[in-house]
């Protein structure tokens, strides 16, 4: 495997029972498109009671069955929200922080220093953000992981990856490597993997291969970089 190997989003995700939810941003083959995803899954029930709506350029996490939420602190929260020329894409209600820091002037790396991983001891799940910045008729992006630098969630490390886009690569996080007790927290660079021009063709791609008993839902969003229009995808397991 060369460092510059660009792979297949399905065949990374097709046997892995657990990737937790996960965060695509890249280009269409094209150079015409700005292409994000976001996916989310889970084991337990809390986790598993989800849907996504789509609220304006917006979209909202809400409880599948209000009356069986048990903690809606760390499922129930906003994963997309536009802010000026920036797109911010979230596994948390860090968007909010993100949204919240850009709209005063500061930094996505501002923002996410005041954050740090979810509180869910064993686990320590990450928080993995991402953030698309238009300008003119292109873009650039940054994706950020927060985790937790020990088994005791004693302190948390911070790593950010900033991106110019390349015509057919998007780069893939998540926040665990695959299933586990605890669950292995994501390790790594962003995975580099290939961008189509066909908004449903990725779609298909993405939600055939992940798990089918533990996926819930998945949007996807293609900008076009001219005219700032985008068509979107939407699916929820829960209906």
């Known amino acids: 495997m060369g460092i510059y190997e660009i792979n297949n ?24 498109k700005a292409v994000t995803a976001y996916f989310i899954m889970g084991r337990s029930e809390n986790s598993r009671n989800r849907v996504f709506i789509e609220q304006g350029d917006e979209i909202i996490i809400h409880p599948f069955d209000a009356s069986k939420v048990e903690d809606p602190s760390l499922i129930i929260y906003a994963p997309v929200r536009q802010i000026n020329n920036n797109l911010i894409v979230t596994n948390g209600d860090q968007t909010d922080t993100v949204y919240d820091f850009i709209k005063e002037g500061k930094t996505f790396e501002q923002a ?3 954050r740090a991983f979810e509180p869910d001891s064993p686990n320590w799940t ?25 088994e005791n969630g004693t302190a948390c490390n911070r790593y950010t ?40 063709e990725f779609t298909n791609t993405l939600w055939e ?16 970089l001219e005219s700032g229009k985008y068509d979107s995808r939407m699916i929820n397991k829960n209906k």
Do not use: C, W
Not at 126 to 150: E, N, V
């Open 161 to 200: 990856f900033s991106y110019a886009p390349l015509a057919g690569l998007g780069h893939f996080i998540h926040t665990y490597n695959h299933d586990g007790n605890p669950i292995p927290t994501f390790t790594g660079e962003p995975e580099r993997v290939a961008i189509p021009d066909d908004i449903d």
């Open 126 to 150: 990450p928080r993995i953000s991402g953030m698309m910045t238009f300008d003119g008729a292109d873009f650039t992006y940054k994706m950020s992981i927060l985790k937790s630098a020990d």
């Open 112 to 114: 996410l220093e005041t």
């Open 9 to 32: 989003i399905g065949e990374l995700i097709r046997d892995n029972t657990y990737v937790g939810r996960g965060i695509v941003i890249g280009k269409s083959a094209d150079g015409k």
């Open 209 to 224: 291969n992940l798990n089918e008993q533990n996926k819930i839902s998945l949007y996807v969003r293609y900008i076009d």
